[in-house]
């Protein structure tokens, strides 16, 4: 009998922090946008983003001398995600920037002969 109550504690555990682990997830702060990437393809990247509120936001590639190379708005919507295909670029350094009302979120992707490698997310207010 003492194994069929653990075994309901810990089902009872489980039950309880599931809604916990599964929302936290994707969801963000009331407001806050959550912008994620990652590498799909040896040169190319899925941007994810999340509780736009139907607020204008904008996604851009740019070198560090501020040359444009693509450039998205988007409006109406909660949710986005795009596949950048950056291979037809040449090896540098750019920056992912995603602005919104609340500020701007970059990433710095640097293209190299073997690949992506992605930095952390910088949020700026």
Known sequence: ???LKQL???LLLAAISFPAWA???VSAPPGEIT???KVVE???IAVQLYNLGQEKTTIEVQDRQGKV???KSIKGHNGYSIVLHLDELPESSYVISVSHK???SSQVVRIEEGGLMLSQI???E
């Open 35 to 37: 912008f994620k990437t």
């Open 8 to 10: 309901g504690a810990v």
């Open 1 to 3: 009998m003492s194994i």
């Open 102 to 104: 609340d500020g701007v």
């Open 42 to 44: 040896q040169k190319s």
């Open 69 to 71: 190379y693509y450039q």
């Open 23 to 25: 929302s936290s997830s």
């Open 122 to 124: 910088v949020e700026e």
